[in-house]
């Protein structure tokens, strides 16, 4: 398990904020992942918003990099290519951009973790370079249908002993048809651990967000 705590839209708006520790993030980030086609005809404001799903105590590298798998993209028989990407961080935490990447390449059910990409990808993607068609339409043994493309972002925390991430914004293109996501998912990192904070208080993930600057006001 690579994190400390995890929570979801339902929980946040029952408890505030309220985070639950579980083992299944990875089944959730796929499921969460693939709900953003909202997102990519009718793309929000790129601001702090309130997430909808995220982790505290996320596991790092020995150089403090974690990643986040944050959308899949159905791309079937078509081509892909990541254009841009974009994220929301605390001053600590540096952006180190983001990748796609294809199931065939072990990137299936990318969650949060450390290094960045992860070690169990074995190719990926960077901004710019096109996946043909040719590979996007690959089945996994016992799935119903073709894998979509995965998305992951990763981050650096620089300096102190807590950061984190609220929101990352992508623009791709299917096809050569552009497409724009934004994808609300949180992360807190420990440079110690976050287990203490959090057992300490059981509030302690929203007021870290606040602290840090990733909240909106109204939160």
Request: with cysteine.
């Given at each position: 398990?690579?994190?400390d ?35 990519q005809?009718?793309p929000e ?10 982790a ?5 590298d ?5 990643h ?23 001053t600590?935490?540096e952006?180190l ?18 290094a ?8 990926t ?11 996007t ?8 249908e ?13 300096h102190?002993e807590?950061?984190g ?53 109204e939160?």
């Open positions: 398990m690579y994190y705590s995890q929570w979801d839209a339902p929980a946040w708006l029952n408890r505030r904020l309220g985070w639950i520790v579980t083992g299944v993030i990875t089944a959730l980030f796929l499921v969460v992942g693939s709900s953003w086609a909202w997102a005809t009718r404001p790129f601001r702090v918003d309130t997430p909808q799903i995220g505290a105590g996320v596991a790092m020995r150089n403090q990099v974690f986040i798998g944050f959308d899949y993209v159905k791309a079937t028989g078509k081509s892909f290519q990541l254009l841009d990407a974009q994220a929301i961080t605390s600590n935490v952006f951009g983001a990748v796609a990447a294809l199931a065939q390449d072990g990137a299936t059910g990318v969650g949060v973790g450390p960045f990409p992860p070690k169990e990808v074995k190719a993607f960077p901004i710019g370079t096109t996946i043909p068609d040719t590979a339409d690959y089945t996994p043994r016992g799935w119903a073709p894998a979509r493309v995965s998305l992951i972002a990763g981050f650096r925390l620089t102190g807590i950061g991430v609220n929101g990352i914004r992508v623009v791709y293109a299917v096809d050569g048809k552009r497409h724009t996501a934004i994808a609300r998912h949180a992360a807190i990192v420990c440079s110690n651990g976050c287990k203490p904070y959090l057992d300490a208080d059981d509030d302690w993930e929203h007021n870290a967000l606040r602290v840090l600057g990733l909240l909106p006001a939160d």
